[in-house]
């Protein structure tokens, strides 16, 4: 069999499945996105682009930052991101993908664990693939099996450097990690806290700043940019030792082509406007409790919803597509998530309440699904 008949057969075997992905446009209100807080199209950021070029700041770097594409730009950025998020130092990177590859590839050396949530993103699995490290997971924000996780490694001999890797906001479940508990295994161990604050930038903590902000540990965050803060990118905050040894060791960091200085541009003004007004924030809180109220009222949720992420899970996979195509036709863009990228017999509707959608347009949401799984009861 040829490569390409092989490929072709592989495709029409996802497809058969209802699992066959493909590109589609934008279509409807913007249920699908993780713009949280409207920013991605706002005149705001649209004007601090224009300043931005007039300004001069270039579209592309040209190279890697360890050679000629390091610009004022991005070390302005990190300047004030290190500052806002409250560590160190910080490093801009190209996406939150490129980000947690480079912390799990890099910092942690053979013999030590990482000692991960069954549920954190793909890129941290990606770099604990290539990195040397001993990996390990618990069960989904289970304190008690992390801590029994733990002590059977300390028990077969473990003895290196613990790093502890979880995500403040979980990007399919919408649910928040006990921060504060993990917070206190690292301390206990003195272990390093990984938190990947994708979904919670913007959203949570005083002005965005994160549910990791303030607490008491050895913490290493990771931002990405093209989420709440409506850009793109990722900024890895914590120790000015880290951030160094990212520089020296990261390959997604040496060997990749530096960020644009003027997304960099971008993502500060992002920063400074949650900084100087805690209204971006409040909007979006009251915008989710909303959301939460309604699809409660509506049955769409009877778990308890915690985030701007509402996952309705449908199970299989023809009728979750099925159920997401005609929310489509009606104006409501959604997607459906089908395995890998969540358990099998968990497809999901991901509701994602945007900065780009009113409380009325969320409320004729929820009516419309709750309607649609009457008539399919």
């Not at 497809?15 to 934008?26: A, D, E, F, K, Q």
């Not at 850009?231 to 644009?260: E, K, M």
Request: glycine share 10%; net charge neutral.
């Amino acid at each position: 069999m040829t490569v390409t008949a092989r490929l072709s057969s592989m495709l029409e075997v996802l497809g058969n499945r209802h699992r066959r992905r493909v590109l589609s446009p934008r279509r409807g209100l913007d249920f699908a996105s993780n713009d949280y807080l409207g920013l991605a199209p706002s005149p705001e950021l649209a004007e601090a682009a224009q300043h931005a070029l007039s300004r001069g700041v270039p579209l592309g770097s040209g190279g890697s930052r360890l050679l000629r594409g390091n610009h004022p730009e991005h070390e302005a950025l990190e300047q004030f991101a290190a500052s806002f998020f409250g560590a160190e130092a910080a490093l801009f990177m190209g996406g939150g993908f490129q980000a947690n590859q480079a912390i799990f590839s890099s910092l942690p050396a053979a013999g030590d664990l990482i000692l991960h949530d069954a549920l954190v993103h793909a890129s941290a699995f990606e770099g604990m693939r290539t990195g040397r490290a001993d990996t390990r997971g618990f069960a989904h924000n289970d304190l008690a099996d992390a801590r029994r996780v733990l002590t059977q490694w300390r028990t077969e001999g473990g003895s290196g450097q613990v790093w502890v890797a979880v995500e403040s906001v979980y990007s399919m479940e919408g649910d928040l990690a006990p921060l504060v508990d993990f917070a206190t295994l690292a301390r206990d161990h003195d272990a390093v806290l990984v938190v990947d604050e994708a979904h919670a930038t913007g959203v949570f903590g005083p002005q965005g700043r994160g549910l990791a902000h303030g607490l008491d540990a050895d913490v290493l965050t990771l931002h990405t940019c093209g989420k709440g803060l409506g850009v793109a990118g990722g900024l890895i905050c914590g120790p000015r030792v880290i951030i160094d040894t990212l520089i020296n060791r990261a390959r997604p960091f040496i060997f990749a082509t530096a960020p644009s200085p003027f997304n960099a541009a971008l993502v500060r003004a992002a920063l400074e406007l949650l900084s100087n007004d805690p209204i971006w924030t409040q909007q979006a809180q009251d915008r989710i409790a909303h959301a939460h109220s309604v699809a409660h009222s509506a049955g769409i949720a009877p778990q308890a919803l915690t985030s701007q992420i509402i996952p309705v899970i449908l199970g299989d996979d023809a009728s979750t597509m099925a159920t997401a195509a005609r929310l489509q036709e009606q104006g409501f863009d959604i997607r459906g998530i089908r395995p890998p990228t969540v358990p099998k017999g968990t497809s999901r509707l991901r509701i994602s309440i945007t900065g780009n959608v009113t409380k009325s347009e969320i409320s004729a949401l929820f009516e419309t699904l709750s309607r649609y799984r009457k008539e399919a009861a």
